[in-house]
C-alpha cells in the first residue's frame, strides 16, 4: 500500500473529504501534462532579460516623469499607487515621439519609485488582468492579510468549479517576481495541505498557466511579473523591497534617493510647491495637436486634500476641465481636478475602457 493510501487511511476522513480526494485525483489525472513554467516562458532570469530595455535612450527624446502622491489610473478601474515616481519616458518602437494619447508609446525606466496597492486594487489586477487569459481556471478572487500572509479566496475549475482558500508569505525574487509561498489550502471549508501533499498534488498541476509566462506555478509557491501584468505604460526597473500584507501591497522599486525630497527639489522645483502632482521635463512630448521640445510641463492636483486621481487614457478630459497658463519661459503649468470628481458631462463615456 503506497504512502497516499496509508495517510488516508489514517485520516478516517468524513464522506466529504473522500468526495474532495477523489477530486483532487481526477485534477491530477486530468493536468497530468500541465503547461510548466519552462515550456511557457523559460526560466526566471530569461523572463528578466526579456523585459530589460536594450537601447540607449537619447535625453533629447525621452523625457523625465516625476510623480508624487499620485492615485493612477492604468484603465479606469486598474489603480496604482505612486507615492514617488522617477522615471525616463523611452519611446517604445515603432514609435519614436511619447504622446500622452497612446500609452504604448512609451515605456518607463524607473531610477526610483514607492508605489502601493490597496487590497481593492489588488482584487482589480487579480482578476481583470494576472488571472485573465484565456485558459484560466482560476476566478473571482479576493483578498485579505493575517499578519505577514496573503490570504486569497476564490474559485477554481478543473471539472467542477469550487471555492477555495489559500494562504501564503510573499516575497520578491530577482527584482520583478511576486513569489506567494503557499503555507495551507483549504478547499471549501476544509483544510486539505496534508491530504495534497500525502497524494504529492501541488498547485503546479492545478492551476493553469497563461504560455505569455506572466504568471507561472513552481510546485506550491505562485511567481507573478509584477511590470508585465500592467497595461501600458509598462515599467521597468527592480524592486528593492515588499511591505506586505495589512495595507495591501507596497513596493519600493529602485533607490529611494532617486525621490527624495531633496532629489525632487532639485528635479521639479516648481511642482513641489504642490504636494500632489505629475510633472515632465526635457525631450519631447505630445499631447493633442502639440507638441513640446525640451519638455516642462506640471499638472497639479487642484485639491490638494487628498490624492491626485490621473487617468491618462482620458487625460484629455481633465485637461479641459482644469486651469492652464504658460510661463515667459514657455513652460505648462495645469490644474487639474480629480478624474473621480469629474462630472458625466465633462468626459463621456466612450465604451467599456472607460
Not at 298 to 320: E, H, K
Request: glycine letters at 6%.
Amino acid at each position: 500500500m503506497g504512502e497516499a493510501a496509508r495517510f488516508v487511511r489514517s485520516f478516517r476522513p468524513t464522506i466529504g473529504t473522500w468526495i474532495l480526494a477523489a477530486w483532487l485525483a481526477a485534477s491530477l489525472a486530468a493536468c497530468s501534462s500541465p503547461t510548466t513554467p519552462a515550456m511557457a516562458a523559460g526560466n526566471l532570469a530569461d523572463s528578466a532579460r526579456r523585459a530589460a530595455p536594450d537601447s540607449v535612450v537619447d535625453p533629447n527624446v525621452a523625457p523625465v516623469l516625476t510623480m508624487r502622491n499620485v492615485q493612477f489610473r492604468f484603465t479606469k478601474d486598474l489603480v496604482v499607487g505612486i507615492d514617488r515616481i522617477h522615471a525616463q519616458m523611452r519611446p517604445a518602437p515603432p514609435a519614436t515621439v511619447v504622446s500622452f494619447d497612446d500609452p504604448a508609446s512609451f515605456d518607463l525606466d524607473v531610477s526610483g519609485a514607492s508605489v502601493h496597492l490597496t487590497k481593492p486594487q489588488v482584487e482589480v489586477l487579480l482578476n481583470t488582468r494576472i488571472f485573465a487569459y484565456p485558459n484560466a481556471n482560476v476566478r473571482n478572487l479576493r483578498v485579505e492579510a493575517d499578519g505577514q500572509n496573503l490570504v486569497i479566496h476564490g474559485t477554481l475549475s478543473k471539472g467542477a468549479t469550487i471555492p477555495f482558500t489559500m494562504a501564503g508569505t510573499p516575497s520578491i525574487r530577482e527584482g520583478r517576481w511576486l513569489a506567494i509561498e503557499t503555507k495551507e489550502v483549504k478547499i471549501g471549508a476544509v483544510g486539505v495541505t496534508g491530504l495534497l501533499s500525502a497524494l504529492h498534488i501541488s498547485l503546479s498541476a492545478m492551476i493553469n498557466v497563461p504560455a505569455s509566462g506572466n504568471l507561472r506555478v513552481e510546485k506550491n509557491t505562485i511567481l507573478i511579473d509584477v511590470f508585465s501584468n500592467l497595461p501600458p505604460p509598462h515599467l521597468h526597473g527592480a524592486i528593492a523591497s515588499l511591505d506586505c500584507c495589512a495595507n495591501g501591497i507596497g513596493l519600493v522599486i529602485g533607490s529611494p534617493n532617486a525621490v527624495s525630497d531633496s532629489a525632487l527639489r532639485a528635479l521639479v522645483p516648481s511642482a513641489m510647491a504642490s504636494s500632489n502632482f505629475v510633472a515632465i521635463r526635457r525631450g519631447q512630448l505630445k499631447f493633442g495637436k502639440l507638441t513640446m521640445v525640451d519638455s516642462d510641463l506640471d499638472l497639479v492636483d487642484a485639491d490638494s486634500r487628498d490624492p491626485f486621481d490621473f487617468y491618462l487614457g482620458r487625460y484629455q478630459c481633465q485637461l479641459a476641465a482644469g486651469d492652464a497658463h504658460t510661463t515667459l519661459q514657455y513652460a505648462w503649468h495645469v490644474r487639474m481636478p480629480d478624474f473621480a470628481k469629474l462630472a458625466p458631462r465633462q468626459c463621456p463615456s466612450r465604451g467599456s475602457s472607460g
